[in-house]
């Protein structure tokens, strides 16, 4: 019989909540206050706890690192999933306990083979803590973007203002390609990833940021196969149906990770300029009328699982010639 646990992870503090009460232990490096209260209340059984928490960045690294030390079992939730499960189970209110209380309840969900002992790869981390960061300083350079062409459209700027908004912007633009020039030498000059990095920069659309991104996703999912890896990007086709009342066919899931799919879709305008592969994949759903949209999810789709094979197999890519029936084939 093994312990469930439930934890909310916050950048202070785990909350955790099992079958009887909720504890609240600080998030510190190699978290001692939580290896001491396990003791307490579970003995010499204490590793055989089961934990189920949502990752929230960096936040969850203390947690992960004390798990792999200590050998014990874990299941990391899916954002949405535990939203989804959270409303029905009635939760209007969101606070940490309360998160705590529901990741516990989701336990008789699973089974023994969904909970594992979690990998620490640290050539992973660093290729995640480099496309986060050049997220989030293109994100804040379109901001400021799309705000100094509102303000000029709406009521004019300030002159000063606006220049001192440009030259904020040129220093971001900098900073990224910078940080693709250090990722560059990053997947380029490390050993072990340096055939890997290679082979994706080997496809046609896909550059040094995609290439970063497809292989932080691979490493830190070693295992997953095609349909799961289609899942962790949230390209993933999923039905809505209930009854004769709702048929909304088909969309993907958007349940993986978002700045993925920003960065496929930005491969994938490449790659049907330049990969014949996959601009004669897109030719050919829009001749057999799909819409725009629709092809272009089918090709990032495509190119994620090319990508993938590639990885798999430790391959270069070899563009091929296709013919019609071989269309709809990944690689």
Avoid at 102 to 124: S, T, W
Avoid at 257 to 283: H, T
Avoid at 309 to 330: A, G, H, T
């Amino acid at each position: 019989m093994y312990n469930y646990i439930g934890i909310d992870v916050s950048k202070q503090s785990l909350k955790i909540s099992d079958e009887t009460k909720e504890y609240d232990v600080p998030n510190e490096k190699g978290l001692k206050t939580l290896k001491k209260l396990f003791r307490k209340n579970y003995g010499k059984d204490w590793k055989e706890t089961r934990l189920i928490y949502e990752p929230t960045g960096p936040y969850s690294n203390y947690l992960r690192e004390f798990v792999f030390k200590h050998k014990i079992r874990i299941y990391e939730m899916n954002p949405k999933k535990s939203a989804n499960f959270a409303k029905a189970l009635g939760n209007r209110s969101k606070t940490d306990d309360i998160d705590a209380k529901m990741l516990y309840k989701f336990h008789v969900l699973l089974k023994e083979e969904d909970f594992r002992i979690p990998e620490i790869d640290k050539v992973a981390e660093q290729l995640g803590a480099y496309v986060s960061s050049y997220r989030i300083i293109q994100k804040t350079r379109t901001m400021l973007s799309n705000h100094l062409q509102s303000r000029e459209y709406e009521n004019g700027i300030d002159p000063k203002l606006k220049e001192s908004i440009k030259k904020e912007m040129e220093k971001l633009k900098q900073i990224e390609e910078a940080l693709e020039k250090e990722m560059e030498a990053f997947g380029r000059d490390n050993p072990e990833i340096k055939e890997d990095f290679e082979n994706l920069l080997s496809i046609k659309g896909i550059g040094v940021i995609s290439a970063t991104a497809l292989l932080y996703l691979f490493r830190k999912y070693p295992d997953a196969n095609r349909n799961e890896i289609t899942a962790l990007a949230g390209l993933d086709p999923v039905k809505r149906q209930s009854g004769s009342s709702i048929n909304g066919g088909r969309k993907i899931s958007k349940a993986g990770d978002s700045s993925l799919r920003k960065i496929l879709y930005v491969s994938c305008l490449s790659s049907i300029r330049y990969n014949d592969r996959i601009r004669v994949f897109y030719e050919y759903l829009i001749t057999n009328h799909k819409k725009p949209k629709v092809a272009l999810i089918a090709c990032m789709r495509k190119i994620l699982l090319i990508a993938h094979q590639i990885y798999v197999k430790k391959s270069e890519y070899k563009p091929l010639y296709i013919d019609n029936k071989s269309l709809c084939s990944s690689y």
